[in-house]
């Protein structure tokens, strides 16, 4: 197994945790893991994108031209990797940051309300992890129990009393993720 992803949007949204949380999980699992962060000046409002590589053998390089999966939060990210998706790859997507639709019909295409349902949970910060649900429903590539040690070992002790909540977050995102488009259709 090998999945090559990238998690894009604009700082603040999580993206950066998202990823490092999936490494950590895939760490827990044994893989051989990847992160590579990329982020502007700006600490929120700017853009910001994380690659992961999961993978049970041994990874080449971290950096990559195209991706099995992108999960994109916003539009300037939808413009930038849409296109950098393998064919029959997935793309993820927040309904909320993205203007336009995807128009290639070459991959698969899911939507996960995360932002709707964070301000439902009066919990914005739950926005990343019920994103994260919403990829592990499609690709389950890691298993929650793994996860829910990844955000141990990525918050701070301070915060660990969160970890209910995000498990909560994650599991609801698993309920809400949708798909759009299939490749095959």
């Not at 998202?18 to 409002?45: C, D, F």
């Not at 990210?77 to 940051?97: A, L, P």
Request: proline share 4%; aromatic share 6%.
């Amino acid at each position: 197994m090998k999945q090559e992803i990238i998690i894009a949007g604009f700082g603040g949204q999580g993206v950066l945790s998202m990823g490092k949380i999936l490494a950590y999980s895939g760490l827990m699992e044994g893989m051989e893991v990847s992160w590579m962060p990329s982020y502007g000046p700006e600490q929120r409002g700017g853009t910001a994108n994380v690659t992961v590589i999961l993978s049970d053998n041994r990874i080449s390089s971290p950096v990559l031209n195209e991706y099995d999966i992108a999960i994109i939060l916003n539009q300037p990210s939808m413009d930038k990797f849409e296109s950098k998706v393998k064919k029959g790859g997935i793309i993820i997507y927040d309904g909320y940051g993205i203007n336009s639709s995807v128009k290639r019909k070459d991959v698969n295409v899911y939507r996960v309300d995360a932002m709707d349902v964070a301000t439902e949970m009066k919990n914005e910060k739950a926005f990343n992890m019920l994103i994260l649900g919403g990829l592990l429903k499609v690709v389950p590539m890691v298993k929650l129990e793994n996860v829910l040690l990844g955000l141990k070992k990525s918050l701070p002790e301070r915060h660990h009393k969160l970890i209910p909540m995000n498990e909560v977050a994650i599991k609801k995102g698993m309920e809400i993720i949708t798909l759009c488009q299939s490749a095959q259709e």
